[in-house]
């Protein structure tokens, strides 16, 4: 499980007192000349990229990662990917998602393929939209569906939705959330009540009028805040992901299902990293009755594609505007959203890959990694975690916590970028952002015990033994 961006009271009082600082300085600088030796194609590029590419890379995310420079990757099959230099890597970020399914796909690759010698994208549904409608539904329970071209989009028109329906202004979300670049959401609880996000670079208007925020697993606090008659949706993750794998507490959802209804606010669920749960999210996986589902990233296998689901409430309610002469500046939509290409893309990806037998195989992979990460900590003696969801799991240099704030304080950016650099040195991606481990089918035990052999090896090296 992660710990993110802010340091303050957990790393003193857990982490520091078993790590040396200076040793860590010294391992990380040996690690960081490793990297530098073994990547001399990637230098080469990333200094070529660098005059012509803000920050030397196509988005800005991708200057996250450990080193002095981007890995430059040449091909991607499976579980694994080959660097510029010839270095291959068993990939356990797989896109941050993007790739849940792995690499190369072979159906999508034929299927994008096909669509792009026939046309890619004309404004009008292809033969496969009714198809990813009806399987959408089939998975997740909700009856009507759109696509979009990236989760962020969809919780943008999600949220549009909300507004319009109800007549109230403001979103809600859990606090240290993610829902990828909605401004709404790139909000905290701070001392003062709701403020930006660190980080978050010139928002359009201040969030604390646009937002509501309460904590994760408090549902005191949610239903003081909904009741304050203001809030047109909360947009949550079934689970926080993205600030470590905060579970829900046992009931907390049922609560918040409950909450919503009496106070008139529509329940919006994110599957987009929690799809980790299985073929239907935790939606399915945990008996959900949200008010809109919206999914992004793995559905299209690699290709840019997003979709969002109406509760039959919900549908008949918003089906009376979707034929408006005026939708085509609702502010929903765009001109390439549901086109062809990355409709091909989502039917070959869904009906090919992240069915049961998927999951049956990556999620006990993600239990082999929990154990043998957890054995690594407590041969150690050292106080941190690890969580798990469906095939998705990470460590962190914490106890586990029971909400997003909790979860940041714990954030150790020195240790987090030694972790990631020992693996990678090592021939194991991590996500960059966090501890976070996803498996697909392609990957195997053999994979994983790499790992728990590397992890380990990395923290004898801290803690000297």
């Known amino acids: 499980m992660e710990c993110l961006h802010l340091s303050n009271p957990w790393p003193s009082r857990y982490v520091a007192a078993m790590i040396d600082r200076d040793r860590l300085a010294r391992l990380r600088a040996d690690e960081e000349q490793r990297f530098a030796d073994t990547h001399p194609r990637s230098a080469e590029l990333s200094a070529e990229a660098r005059r012509s590419l803000l920050g030397g890379v196509p988005m800005p995310w991708m200057t996250r990662w450990p080193g002095a420079f981007p890995v430059f990757f040449e091909t991607a099959s499976g579980a694994r990917f080959t ?13 941050d998602t993007g790739a849940m399914t792995g690499h190369a796909l072979p159906a999508v690759t034929e299927a994008v393929a096909e669509r792009a010698r026939t046309g ?17 539904a089939r998975r997740f329970g909700l009856p009507q569906w759109q696509m979009a071209m990236t989760a962020t989009d969809a919780n943008r028109f999600v949220l549009r939705f909300a507004r319009h329906l109800t007549g109230r202004p403001r979103a809600a979300v859990m606090d240290w959330c993610y829902h990828g670049t909605v401004d709404e959401t790139l909000a905290i609880l701070g001392d003062d009540g709701v403020v930006s996000r ?3 670079m010139g928002p359009p208007v201040d969030v604390a009028l ?20 203001d809030v047109a949706a909360l947009l949550m993750e079934p689970a926080l992901t993205n600030i470590g794998i905060v579970l829900p507490e046992p009931g907390y959802l049922d609560a918040v299902r409950e909450i919503t209804r009496r106070h008139g606010v529509l329940w919006v669920i994110d599957e987009t990293h929690t799809l980790c749960a299985g073929p239907g999210g935790c939606t399915a996986a945990w008996g ?3 008010d809109f589902v919206v999914m992004g990233k793995p559905i299209g296998g690699g290709v840019p594609a997003a979709a969002y689901g109406v509760s039959a409430e919900v549908a008949e309610a918003l089906n009376v505007h979707m034929h408006g002469t005026e939708i085509d500046v609702a502010g929903v939509g765009g001109t390439l959203t549901g086109n062809a290409l990355a409709l091909a893309a989502v039917r070959a990806t869904l009906s090919t890959t992240l069915r049961e037998d998927d999951f049956a195989r990556a999620i006990p992979l993600a239990e082999r990694f929990t154990a043998g990460v957890a054995e690594v900590i407590e041969r150690h003696g050292l106080s941190w975690h690890v969580q798990r969801l469906g095939c998705r799991a990470e460590y962190w240099f914490c106890p586990p916590p029971r909400n997003g704030a909790d979860a940041a304080a714990a954030a150790d950016e020195d240790l987090d970028a030694f972790m990631h650099l020992w693996a990678l040195n090592r021939g194991i991606l991590l ?19 790499l790992h728990t052999e590397v992890f380990g090896d990395a923290v004898a090296a801290l803690v000297g033994g």
């Open 431 to 449: 996500t960059p952002f966090h501890n976070m481990a996803l498996f697909s089918p392609h990957h195997t035990e053999a994979d994983v015990d």
């Open 288 to 290: 959900l009755e949200p």
């Open 210 to 229: 646009t937002t509501a925020v309460v904590p994760f697993n408090d549902v005191d606090a949610l239903d003081r805040r909904l009741a304050e008659g």
């Open 120 to 136: 890619i994208t004309t404004m009008l549904p292809s033969p496969d939209a009714a198809w990813v409608g009806e399987e959408l």
């Open 83 to 95: 660097d510029v230099d010839g270095r291959e890597y068993v990939d356990l970020c797989l896109g």
């Open 198 to 200: 660190p980080g978050a």
